[in-house]
Antibody
Framework: QVQLVESGGGVVQPGGSLRLSCAAS????????FHWVRQAPGKGLEWVAV????????YYVDSVKGRFTISRDNTKNTVSLQMNSLRADDTAIYYC????????????WGQGTLVTVSS | SYVLTQPPSVSVAPGKTAKIACGGN??????VHWYQQKPGQAPVLVIY???ARPSGIPERFSGSSSGNTATLTISSIEAGDEADYYC???????????FGGGTKLTVL
């Protein structure tokens, strides 16, 4: 069965860095793109970034451009989100989600990893 | 940037039908997807391509889209349907995934 498992969350000071990982299994990883979506405490879903199935196209929400980088490692079936210059408003649960190549919908989600930016 | 608007809350009695609206400019020209999120859990896709149901999603869940509005309809409401529901599209003008603000469905 499809599994997405996020890791790498934790507490970091403002201005610090963190690298999130998403381990994928149970499907043909190279056929799919992946999103990172976050949810601040008590708030709605906010899209963060996407990487296409072939890794050539990557897009970001404006608030993280230049600070976050999405990447994928096809030898390890993982997707990563490198987060630099973290701010308090980056505090959220970060979800990895698989992008269905046909519809573009996020058809499978991990359980999320919590990132807390605080001094 | 593209904006999707949802009502903050909808309440419905058990056994009745809930309709959750999602508004956006010329939304009918885009593919709309809907997610259900229960407290403490990750979102789950319940409708894609406006009206298609993923495997495992009950037939009680249906969707439609036309003009500036998409609608998620849940019939024969059960207590277990209580959750937050989000609509979502891909905005090809900005290459951004866009979510609505979410609607909290309360079962009375």
């Amino acid at each position: 069965q499809v599994q997405l498992v996020e890791s790498g969350g934790g507490v970091v000071q403002p201005g610090g860095s963190l690298r999130l990982s998403c381990a994928a299994s149970g499907f043909t990883y190279t056929r799919y793109g992946f999103h990172w979506v976050r949810q601040a405490p008590g708030k709605g879903l906010e899209w963060v970034a996407v990487i296409w199935f072939d890794g050539r196209d990557k897009y970001y929400v404006d608030s993280v451009k230049g600070r976050f980088t999405i990447s994928r490692d096809n030898t390890k079936n993982t997707v990563s989100l490198q987060m630099n210059s973290l701010r308090a408003d980056d505090t959220a649960i970060y979800y990895c989600a698989r992008r269905d190549p046909g519809s573009g919908a996020a058809d499978s989600w991990g359980q999320g990893t919590l990132v807390t930016v605080s001094s | 940037s593209y904006v999707l608007t949802q009502p903050p809350s909808v309440s419905v009695a058990p056994g009745k039908t809930a309709k959750i609206a999602c508004g956006g400019n010329n939304l009918g020209a885009k593919s709309v997807h809907w997610y259900q999120q229960k407290p403490g859990q990750a979102p789950v896709l319940v409708i894609y391509y406006d009206s298609a149901r993923p495997s495992g999603i009950p037939e009680r869940f249906s969707g439609s889209s036309s003009g500036n509005t998409a609608t998620l309809t849940i019939s024969s409401i059960e207590a277990g349907d209580e959750a937050d529901y989000y609509c979502q599209v891909w905005d090809s003008n900005s290459d951004h995934m866009v979510f609505g603000g979410g609607t909290k469905l309360t079962v009375l």
